[in-house]
């Protein structure tokens, strides 16, 4: 935890209130999402969008309401250009087959970071674009201060209202930056105004948005007004970013000490005098604050000075895997004159998270004193900037019911109602900067980089610091920054009092300021053998050297890491391809892979080719697809949990993706959970039975904190027809947040060249608490640690599950009921095997129609049902997807009839 710099702090009087100088910011700095000012006009309805090209006439024109935007495009922000022009279907949906290549501007090479690359000169977005809205002021604005907020400006602008500048384009400059501008003087209360905004798109050497290799980018590289745009009133003096900074006495958690700070803005030009208040249920705080003209300060109330900030016994905030993410609400007020000036409401939790590196210099981090073990996915926004605030939630829903605890944001900083629903529903954020473009080129900045750089952390330090659901920050991606900057970015962090850990970067990097960072960036990206996790280890010999931090091997805490590609279900590809390019594989398969080394999906092919027998069709390809990727995920979250804290976190590359793709996800664009999401879901059972792929042992993770008694383990080994070759039941006590290791499996002789662990755990009282079904095989897959790299380690002999396909067809006895609950329904599907021969990774749908419902939430799913097993799995959906109509449930499998 950050410790509160009395530096630079001038000392207000007896209570001992803190103000310290903030920067000149009135021209940065939008305003906390949580204020709750009453005069709040959004502007997001309404606008006009035209290139500068078609537009003769200059911002003070276009700025007043003589001008007629005849022509323009009507549009609503947040909107890039290019995600304007698409919905008006003047490009096609870029997202479908190589439409892409198609928009003018896409002229970079297929693979390439467009980021990186210059615009084309003739390209329709290396011209400015022109945002314009006409809208009306209340009158009961009149005689207030008024304020002109931009969530984010993609990358420079010119601002004029009602024919006077605000702003240009030296001032609004930097994708991360957020703007608030008192317009004051310039707008008119009661009657039509007019704003003009001409947005210029960032150049290959801009502090802007990128996508890496994750997936191609847009022409426009995402120009244009991306994030809300509102008009607020207070008083003389306008209050931001109110903040609760909270540190818990632990291990027993029964005292909380708490700093309050908050960021008043002086609107007018003459001193004011004033009082903040604040009130947290029943204790209340204030204290007088003077201000100079126009002048801005960051106030903070210690509880060392302020008794009734130190809270007895406080409803604490965890992640949801940890207890409840209970929230509590601080109101507070600036007062002049007796009158209230502006108010704001915020909600917060009281949480102490820290870090610290163990032995063997690996950070391990702690929430309110308990470790917590790091499990999450990187996020993605959409390609074009498209905000859904529905599928955002939608998609936060599937991290949930995953069992993830963690969502990593590489660059891409959020909405506020993304951080909202993380803290009210107890999911970790771990948010940073970006690799691979300008942000990690420091010896081309310019001095106003430099600035930029600054301004942009301040901004989002502001934005992000209120919220329990941030875990850390990280200063830089794949690479630190170097000292100045690191300094300069530890400053700010400083001074406006981020509570939670800074990691210098997501690599094994050390720097000379900070020191070790404690996490790795090991890789893999592509595909490599399910042992691969387990059989990495620091004490390999010869050392396995992938990149600094060693592999990725189930050790430390690697911040970007995945089996590889993650080749959806068959509806999407075709959804994806189209039916003209399903099969073979082909190019427009490759463009929906990724950039750089990772253009074509080859070496995953290879793979499912070898192990499960070649591929004769699309079908039979994305079946086998998800058989890989369940494999492959599941044994990446079992590696890194069975070995805590000697593993301090894993985080999937990647969670979702920007757009339809063949790699990196654990459900895909149209939020169709595949194999991938099912393996992530089972390795994430509060109680979990694991086989070890290094030493064949059999171990029980619990992921709960609290202990589990008498657990009672079955397991077996059944050959490719089923005869038994192995049984053993086991008694077992699991601690808290802890492994126990059972026992090894014998060797066992007559084994298939496919062959079935079946793992069944009950508590004490004979409830099936935890379950596991792995198909090995006889053949010992090795891989080839010499030729490791950065992204991969090559097998060296493959598995061979090839008898699978050798199962005798089965026809399941299938039933299902639906009830409504609330907003949502439930269908209940009841499955029985009456066969003697497996069902083997069966998969559920539910469909309306002959389509999908998507999003859907399945109880579990890729599931493989013994002889005279019976299971009822629920499948849960908003009911608004349904409507009138009948499900129907669709079953399938690898060899179900």
């Not at 999911?427 to 990690?440: F, K, N, P, R, S």
């Not at 050390?510 to 890789?523: E, F, Y």
């Not at 599941?634 to 757009?659: F, P």
Request: aromatic share 10%; hydrophobic share 35%.
């Amino acid at each position: 935890m950050k410790k509160c710099s009395l530096l630079c702090l001038l000392l207000i009087g007896s209570l001992s209130v803190f103000s310290q100088n903030a920067p000149r910011a009135s021209q940065s700095q939008a305003p906390s999402h949580n204020s709750q000012n009453e005069a709040r006009l959004s502007l997001n309805d309404g606008w006009t969008l035209q290139s500068s090209i078609k537009v003769g006439q200059k911002g003070d024109v276009l700025s007043t309401p003589k001008f007629q935007p005849n022509g323009w495009y009507s549009v609503s922000v947040p909107t890039t250009v290019v995600a304007a022009l698409v919905k008006h279907k003047v490009y096609p949906d870029p997202d479908f087959g190589m439409n892409l290549r198609s928009l003018p501007g896409v002229a970079y090479p297929i693979g390439t970071n467009f980021s990186n690359i210059a615009m084309p000169p003739d390209s329709p977005f290396a011209v400015s674009w022109w945002y314009r809205k006409e809208f009306a002021i209340p009158a009961a604005y009149k005689g207030k201060n008024i304020w002109l907020n931009f969530g984010g400006i993609n990358y420079r602008a010119n601002v004029w209202l009602n024919g006077k500048q605000i702003a240009n384009s030296d001032d609004v400059a930097g994708a991360w930056r957020t703007y608030e501008f008192n317009v004051t003087e310039a707008a008119q209360p009661g009657k039509k105004n007019v704003l003009a905004v001409q947005v210029y798109a960032p150049t290959e050497t801009d502090l802007a948005i990128t996508f890496v290799d994750w997936n191609p980018a847009p022409p426009d590289k995402n120009m244009g007004l991306w994030r809300a745009v509102d008009v607020r009133t207070s008083g003389p003096v306008a209050l931001r970013y109110p903040t609760v900074v909270s540190k818990v006495d632990s291990p027993d958690n029964n005292k909380a000490h708490l700093t309050i700070t908050a960021l008043v803005k002086n609107g007018t030009s003459q001193p004011v005098k004033g009082t903040l208040k604040g009130k947290i249920e029943n204790v209340e705080f204030s204290h007088d604050v003077e201000l100079a003209a126009n002048e801005s300060k960051n106030v903070t109330f210690d509880p060392d000075q302020v008794p009734q900030l130190n809270i007895d016994n406080p409803r604490l905030w965890w992640p949801k895997q940890m207890g409840q993410p209970n929230l509590y609400t601080l109101n507070m007020e600036f007062d002049v004159d007796g009158k209230a000036s502006d108010q704001s409401e915020t909600h917060f939790g009281i949480r102490q998270i820290t870090s610290e590196l163990n032995e063997n210099k690996h950070r391990v981090f702690s929430i309110n004193g308990k470790k917590i073990l790091i499990r999450g996915g990187g996020w993605s926004p959409d390609m074009i900037l498209r905000e859904d605030s529905q599928r955002m939630k939608d998609e936060l829903r599937y991290v949930q019911d995953m069992g993830l605890n963690t969502v990593r944001l590489e660059g891409k900083l959020e909405v506020p109602e993304f951080f909202d629903y993380a803290d009210r529903n107890g999911i970790l954020v771990m948010a940073g900067w970006c690799c691979c473009d300008h942000w990690e080129h420091w010896p081309k900045w310019s001095p106003q980089d430099f600035s930029i750089a600054e301004q942009s952390l301040r901004d989002q330090m502001y934005r992000l610091r209120s919220h329990p659901s941030l875990v850390m920050w990280l200063n830089g991606s794949d690479n630190p920054p170097p000292p100045d900057v690191e300094q300069t970015y530890l400053k700010v962090e400083k001074e406006l009092l981020w509570p939670n850990p800074v990691v210098s970067s997501a690599t094994a990097k050390p720097t000379s300021v900070t020191g070790d960072s404690g996490v790795k960036m090991t890789g893999p990206y592509e595909y490599i053998a399910p042992a691969y996790w387990l059989q990495d280890t620091p004490s390999a010999q010869p050392p396995h050297q992938c990149n600094p931090g060693g592999c990725g091997g189930a050790y430390g805490f690697n911040t970007e890491t995945s089996m590889g590609p993650a080749v959806p279900p068959i509806e999407s590809i075709r959804a994806m391809v189209g039916k003209d390019h399903l099969w073979p594989i082909d190019d427009t398969w490759n463009y929906h892979a990724g950039g750089g080394v990772f253009k074509d999906i080859h070496v995953f092919t290879d793979a499912l080719n070898a192990r499960y027998g070649k591929a004769e069709s699309v079908e039979d390809y994305a079946l086998k697809s998800q058989l890989q990727t369940y494999e492959g995920i599941r044994v990446m979250y079992e590696g890194y949990s069975r070995n805590k804290y000697a593993s301090t976190g894993v985080i999937q590359w990647m969670l979702n993706n920007a757009w339809p793709s063949m790699i990196w996800h654990l459900y895909d664009y149209y939020l169709r959970p595949g194999g991938g999401y099912f393996g992530a879901k089972k390795a994430m059972e509060p109680l979990h039975p694991v086989y070890g792929y290094d030493d064949h042992s059999i171990s029980i993770i619990s992921s709960q904190y609290e202990e589990a008694n008498g657990l009672k383990l079955t397991t077996k080994i059944l050959n490719v027809d089923l005869t038994e070759k192995f049984s053993q039941q086991s008694t077992v006590d699991v601690p808290a947040d802890g492994v126990s290791k059972v026992f090894i499996l014998p060797n066992v002789d007559g084994l298939s060249p496919a062959y079935f662990v079946v793992l069944r755990l009950e508590n004490a009282e004979g409830k099936l608490v935890g379950s596991n079904f792995y198909w090995l095989s006889s053949k010992q897959e090795t891989m080839d640690w010499a030729k490791s790299n950065w992204y991969t380690t090559p097998t060296e002999s493959y598995a061979d599950f090839t008898a699978l396909s050798q199962l005798p067809k089965v026809k399941l006895k299938v039933t299902d009921r639906t009830e409504r609950k609330g907003e949502d329904a439930v269908t209940h599907v009841t499955l029985e095997n009456p066969s003697k021969s497996l069902a083997f990774f069966v998969r559920l749908k539910v469909d309306k129609g002959k389509e999908e419902i998507l999003p859907v939430l399945w109880q579990d799913n890729y599931i493989s049902l013994l002889p005279g097993e019976k299971r009822e799995i629920s499948a849960t959906y908003r009911a608004s997807e349904l409507g009138a109509t009948k499900p129907v449930v669709e079953v399938s499998g690898w060899n179900v009839e």
